[in-house]
């Protein structure tokens, strides 16, 4: 027998009725996931007819989006088609169509909330409609990847995190090639509507899908309508009330505050860490926000105020050292910084040297192929200005290898596997020696990322995305294309709308050429989240005034809380949500 994998009956080793219990664990559910998938949901009235959830119409609202030029020209369908005007919900539909074939998909990283969605969904479409799973995101797309999704595959995964009823993946579909293999696998499989679940980038696959199968997919000349949802913990797709912020945000940032709450009460327990944390999220800094506002830290750092003011890695890392040399002086020894995943690519100096590379790494990735991590840089410093080749050389070995990582296919530099903590931490114990040796500085490096985007949804997660499946579903019934499903007004029953998704593209610099992207939306430092933050943040600086938010709650009073960032930025008058009453039988 293998000693690691050998197997022996449980009965042997435990009393019978035990392992009875043990067995009722062993179905794929823990006794949490079966109470949670129990839960009952709070749905949007506007779903709710005669005691009933019900698909509805969309007309057009008053909110009008300007795309720049060049979009314009490069949507003509979907921007004749809407005039981009944001769809807002009317009334239920009085004849549901029948006989559809939806297509779903998960694309780009998981995020908790996302098997709602596909629940809310499946609901509103009803039983006259098909719906199909597209297994492993778009590349399942391509390769034609389906199966149907049943009423037991919801029932199994409902408010359950992770994206495992169909996997994920992060391929780019935008070559004329891989839109005709869409084409294609449309006309074989019938299918009249796709539903891309995912972040930024996905969505501008959704938005470049909606255009080309616009029309003259199938046979009768008709196209394939595509709708988004929006998630992303990151919280970087976002419009103001039209959408408050993507799924799964509320879900990771809550994990990550019970962490940052629990370490934050091992710092001032044991007295003598201090604990440099780097948060997951990207680009923006919308997940350090929302976790210092959840936990009150010593020092989070955020990356838009970094590029915004201008502040340099000496600065930083001169700025974290006083507040040690302070704390110290008060005989405190320990403390915990938060660090935005992203912080790297926003550092003055840091940001136009990773341009450079990522234009430098696309021309000429032929020369580079062939050698080994050691000899890229060689090869890269040359190729680089004198100042970016310096700043690269300057770094640590470890920072310089993961700078020369491949980028995914939309272009984007792997953040979560730089560690910008380790670099900063080492610094700021160099600078404090340099200032003041007698100072005690033991430092503790960590990384949260993965450990929350599959989280156990939270209710406003779980509840956000039934009602954004039932959005998504509902478009696709009033025979719309090319939107993105949003709710708005989230404290006051929240209302169903839909956001023409090529209005809200713009040209950004991906692997060093000019692309078509949904731009992410980052923290605005005249938000009232961040001038809340900036207001308080030296009080929690000079004291422990830290908070502990405990694990998420799923019943009792904080339950029902939306992020904080999201609370203050739409100014809501409650920090709960409220999905209205709608009472179904
Ligand atoms: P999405 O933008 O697709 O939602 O992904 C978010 C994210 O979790 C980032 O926060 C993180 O930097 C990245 O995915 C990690 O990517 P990967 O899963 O490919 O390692």
């Known amino acids: 027998m293998n000693k690691l994998t050998g197997s022996m009956n449980v009965e042997k080793v435990t009393n019978s009725v035990l392992a009875e219990s043990l067995k009722v664990m062993e179905t794929g559910h823990s006794p949490f996931e079966k109470a949670i998938r129990m839960m009952e949901l709070p749905v949007c009235d506007a779903f709710v007819k005669s005691g009933r959830l019900a698909p509805i119409k969309f007309a057009p609202g008053t909110k009008v989006l300007e795309p720049n030029r060049e979009i314009a020209d490069s949507f003509p369908n979907s921007i004749a088609a809407s005039e981009n005007r944001i769809l807002a919900a009317g009334d239920t539909l009085s004849r549901r169509a029948t006989g559809k074939k939806v ?49 037991d595959h919801v029932c199994h995964v409902m408010n359950t995190g992770g994206f495992n009823l169909m996997g994920t993946d992060r391929t780019k579909i935008e070559k004329p090639e891989d839109i005709e293999k869409v ?8 299918i009249d509507a796709i539903v891309v ?51 799964g945000f509320d879900t990771a940032t809550k994990i990550y505050s019970e962490q940052v709450g ?127 080749g310096e700043l690269l050389e300057s770094l640590p070995e470890s920072i310089k290898f993961k700078l020369m990582a491949d980028r995914d296919e939309h272009g984007n530099l ?14 700021v114990k160099a600078r404090i020696c340099e200032l003041d ?34 959005t998504a579903g509902s478009l696709i019934l009033d025979g719309h294309t090319g939107y993105m ?24 610099i991906r692997k060093g050429k000019p692309a078509q992207v949904i731009e992410k939306a980052l923290v605005k430092l005249d ?24 694990p998420i709650q799923m019943w009792g009073p904080t339950s029902r809380q939306l992020p904080k960032t999201v609370a203050l930025n739409r100014e809501y008058n409650s920090l709960n949500f409220n999905f209205s009453a709608g009472q179904m039988d």
Not at 183 to 190: A, I, S
Not at 232 to 237: A, F, H, K, N, V
Not at 528 to 549: C, G, I, K, Q
């Open 527 to 550: 938000s009232p989240a961040f001038v809340y933050f900036e207001f308080r943040r030296n009080l929690w600086a000079e004291n422990d005034l830290s908070n502990s938010p405990g």
């Open 437 to 470: 040796a007698s100072i005690r500085f033991e430092t503790l490096n960590h990384f949260f990322g993965y450990e929350a985007r599959c989280g156990a949804s939270t209710v406003f997660d779980s509840a956000y995305t039934y009602n954004l499946g039932a």
């Open 262 to 388: 629990n370490i934050l009460r091992d710092s001032s327990s044991s007295l003598k860490y201090w604990h440099f944390i780097r948060l997951m999220g990207r680009s923006a800094s919308h997940v350090t926000l929302e976790v210092a506002l959840q936990t009150h830290p010593t020092i989070a750092l955020i990356s838009e105020e970094v590029r915004r003011r201008d502040i340099t890695l000496p600065e930083i890392v001169d700025s974290i050292a006083e507040t040690v040399i302070m704390r110290a002086k008060k005989g405190i020894n320990y403390g915990v910084v938060l660090v935005p995943e992203g912080l790297i690519e926003f550092i003055p100096g840091f940001t136009t040297m990773i341009d450079d590379l990522n234009d430098k790494m696309a021309q000429f990735k032929d020369e580079l192929i062939h050698k080994d991590i050691r000899g890229q840089l060689q090869f890269i410093y040359s190729k680089l200005t004198q100042t970016h």
């Open 103 to 151: 297509a779903v998909m998960f694309s780009g990283g998981p995020a908790a909330g996302g098997h709602n969605v596909v629940t809310g969904l499946k609901q509103i479409l009803g039983p006259d409609n098909t719906l199909l799973g597209i297994k492993a995101g778009p590349k399942g797309l391509l390769k034609g990847n389906f199966f149907e999704i049943t009423d």
């Open 183 to 190: 084409k294609y696998v449309c006309r074989e499989h019938n």
């Open 197 to 247: 679940i995912g972040g930024d980038d996905s969505n501008t696959n959704a938005a470049f899908l909606a255009e080309k199968l616009f029309s003259d997919v199938k046979e009768d000349g008709s196209g394939v309508q595509v709708i988004g949802v929006p998630k992303t913990i990151d919280g970087d797709l976002q419009l103001g009330d039209e959408l408050p912020i993507s799924f």
């Open 485 to 508: 499903a949003s709710l708005t007004d989230l404290d006051k029953g929240a209302r169903p709308l839909g956001i023409p998704i090529a209005s809200l593209l713009d040209i950004e």
């Open 414 to 427: 792997p953040v979560s596997k730089i560690e910008t903590e380790t670099m900063l931490s080492g610094a």
